[in-house]
């Protein structure tokens, strides 16, 4: 069955970087297109990068765009999602997903922009 867990969250000062991980399996990862979704408490969850299946396509929320990198290795079925200069306004669980029929989701990662 599909399966996706997401590492790498944490507590980070205004200006920091994270980087997530989102390990699949279950599928063909190297053919479908994934995705990271943040939700903040109280609001609706957001797309905020995409990645094609190869890689040559990616992204972005307007509001992450010159910030976040999204990336893929396909021999370690893995998604990534580099984030630099992080803001409070950041703060959310991150998700990552697939569509393989109906939508796959991960447990999230909380990520938390503080001093």
């Known amino acids: 069955q599909v399966q996706l867990v997401e590492s790498g969250g944490g507590l980070v000062q205004p200006g920091g970087s994270l980087r997530l991980s989102c390990a699949a399996s279950?599928?063909?990862?190297?053919?479908?297109?994934m995705r990271w979704y943040r939700q903040a408490p109280g609001k609706e969850r957001e797309l905020v990068a995409s990645?094609?299946?190869?890689?040559?396509?990616?992204n972005y929320a307007d509001s992450v765009k010159g910030r976040f990198t999204i990336s893929r290795d396909n021999d370690k079925n893995t998604v990534y999602l580099q984030m630099n200069s992080l803001k409070p306004e950041d703060t959310a669980m991150y998700y990552c997903?697939?569509?393989?029929?109906?939508?796959?989701w991960g447990q999230g990662t909380q990520v938390t922009v503080s001093s």
């Open positions: 990645i094609s299946s190869a890689g040559g396509s990616t």
């Open positions: 279950g599928f063909t990862f190297s053919s479908s297109t």
């Open positions: 997903n697939v569509w393989r029929a109906v939508y796959y």
